[in-house]
């Protein structure tokens, strides 16, 4: 018997089969990088798919349908930020597969473009949606137009609580240096921290270029999108395990959040806390000069 190499191709051509099978299933489309141009998938992009169903408990409550699209190494599900079930599926070959579990019957309209208009995902429908499968009416095989929402910058209110934040978990991060606990202080700075710092990232390019200045979501292609001198400065910015070069990483990601806050807060016209920033910092390297001995 000859193996047929495993494909995204044939992963689709498999699910197109299937979906075309199922009176319940309405339609299947492509979202993601494997529907977009600009930036479109590589060999190792996943396929995100979004499942119009009008018995959406059948396929939420049993993975065992998945079995019929090829042999499945992992499937765990969840749901989306928006309270969708969603599948996510490693298949035989590595393949990667995302199933987004809509209700049809919620969905207002009869063609797949308003099954699809419906969705809380405009955001991710507008760079690119591709049909495998519609039964709508009329047929949509090209569904497209979709605007994403441009963000707001953040209010002064919701600047001000990201900086707090930011200072209060760097002085979390010297507690735990200091009581020599790596694993808590490598998870706050090059964690909880390095999150603060994509926020900031995206809000300072947005005050620099505009709100409608793409930023993506989740870091990507962020050496694209965000300040050069930031990207620059990001190698400094992440740490060994190791307290010595935690403290250095803390220094280096602060030096970076700092001056990346007071530039977005000049071009928002917010003020930076200056006060809480100085008493952060004396007090952290007064820390670091106590502890300098256990440093390994």
Same mark, same amino acid.
């Given at each position: 018997m000859t193996h047929t190499p495993a494909t995204y191709a044939n992963l689709e051509t498999r699910i197109i089969?299937?979906?075309?099978?199922?009176? =319940?299933?309405?339609?299947?489309?492509?979202?993601?990088?494997?529907?977009? @141009?600009?930036?479109?998938?590589?060999?190792? /992009? #996943?396929?995100?798919?979004v499942l119009f169903t009008d018995n959406i408990a059948l396929y939420q409550e049993d993975g065992r349908w998945l079995d019929e699209l090829g042999r499945v190494w992992i499937a765990v599900r969840g749901q989306t930020g928006h309270g969708d079930f969603e599948w996510q599926v490693l298949f035989e070959g590595g393949l990667k597969a995302d199933f987004v579990l809509v209700s049809h019957e919620a969905a207002a309209g009869t063609s797949l473009q308003d099954w699809l208009a419906a969705t809380p995902y405009s955001f991710v429908l507008s760079r690119g949606v591709r049909a495998?499968? =519609?039964?709508?009416?009329?047929?949509?095989?090209?569904?497209?137009?979709? @605007?994403?929402?441009?963000?707001?910058?953040? /209010? #002064?209110?919701?600047?001000a609580a990201l900086v707090q934040r930011i200072w209060l978990n760097a002085a979390r991060v010297g507690q735990f240096l200091a009581r020599g606990d790596l694993w808590r202080a490598k998870h706050v700075c090059d964690g909880v921290l390095k999150q603060y710092l994509l926020t900031l990232l995206e809000w300072h390019a947005r005050a620099v270029h505009g709100p409608g200045y793409d930023t993506w979501h989740e870091g990507r292609y962020l050496d694209e999108w965000a300040d050069p001198r930031a990207v620059a400065a990001l190698p400094a910015a992440f740490a060994r395990y190791d307290r010595a070069d935690l403290w250095r990483a803390l220094e280096a990601t602060l030096s970076l959040i700092r001056w990346l806050a007071r530039e977005t807060a000049a071009r928002l016209g917010y003020s930076y806390p200056d006060e809480a920033d100085a008493q952060v910092s004396a007090w952290l390297e007064r820390v670091h000069r106590s502890t300098e001995g256990s440093d390994g």
């Open positions: 089969a299937w979906a075309n099978a199922r009176s =319940d299933v309405r339609g299947v489309v492509v979202v993601g990088s494997r529907a977009r @141009q600009d930036h479109p998938a590589d060999e190792w /992009s #996943d396929l995100d798919l495998l499968v =519609d039964k709508g009416q009329p047929p949509s095989p090209h569904p497209g137009g979709f @605007q994403a929402p441009t963000p707001a910058h953040p /209010s #002064d209110e919701q600047f």
